[in-house]
């Protein structure tokens, strides 16, 4: 009895000792500020889940967003717009889950290229299905209307309202501009 409570303890132990490291890279989070600026970022990554969710509490561009990389999926709300947008994220262009961890050690953001920018344009349509992307993409878009954005190709001259542009700031690696006008609002 007192020898099977022993190899309890000591497997136990093991255990603990084992998986504490994956579990730091399974859950990571950071307050970041943001360059020139008014504002932080608070962000959180589940390496588990696949999911980065983002809080900029920016005074100019106050947003909340959700990185969903097993769908390939980024949703922000926008605070000021009061509406949600959903965009698909573009592998070649967005950031790495592993990339994101790495720009958490502050040490690190300064190995990282210039910002890189991306144009979306709003589509007319509403989401009307919003918890078919899962219940993180629900839950931040509740009570708000949803609508897609479409990545803007490189060198097509749309006739785009720059003030109807949002800017979305990701760490100091990253721009999107998500731009149009949201119906209804």
């Known amino acids: 009895e007192r020898g099977n409570m022993k190899c309890f303890i000591v497997s136990s132990i093991l255990m603990i000792l084992l998986l504490t490291p994956s579990m730091v890279l399974m859950n990571t989070s950071d307050s970041h500020l943001l360059d020139g600026s008014v504002g932080t970022q608070i962000i959180h990554v589940n390496a588990f889940r696949g999911m980065v969710?983002?809080?900029?509490?920016?005074?100019?561009?106050?947003?909340?967003?959700?990185?969903?990389?097993?769908?390939?999926?980024?949703?922000?709300?926008?605070?000021?717009?009061?509406?949600?947008?959903?965009?698909k994220m573009n592998q070649a262009a967005f950031p790495t889950l592993d990339e994101i961890i790495r720009a958490l050690d502050q040490q690190a953001l300064k190995q990282y290229p210039?910002?890189?920018?991306?144009?979306?344009?709003?589509?007319?349509?509403?989401?009307?299905?919003?918890?078919?992307?899962?219940?993180?993409?629900?839950?931040?878009?509740?009570?708000?209307?949803?609508?897609?954005?479409?990545?803007?190709?490189?060198?097509?001259?749309?006739?785009?309202?720059?003030?109807?542009?949002?800017?979305?700031?990701?760490?100091?690696?990253?721009?999107?501009?998500?731009?149009?006008?949201?119906?209804?609002l």
Request: hydrophobic content about 45%; proline content about 6%; aromatic content about 8%.
């Open 53 to 87: 969710s983002i809080r900029d509490n920016n005074v100019l561009s106050e947003w909340d967003g959700i990185m969903d990389y097993k769908n390939a999926l980024l949703a922000a709300k926008l605070f000021n717009k009061m509406a949600c947008v959903l965009v």
């Open 114 to 184: 210039p910002t890189r920018g991306l144009t979306y344009t709003v589509l007319p349509s509403r989401v009307k299905n919003v918890a078919q992307y899962g219940m993180p993409i629900k839950d931040l878009c509740r009570a708000v209307p949803t609508y897609f954005a479409q990545q803007r190709k490189e060198g097509v001259a749309l006739a785009i309202d720059p003030e109807s542009c949002f800017e979305l700031q990701l760490l100091s690696f990253m721009g999107l501009a998500i731009c149009g006008e949201i119906p209804g």
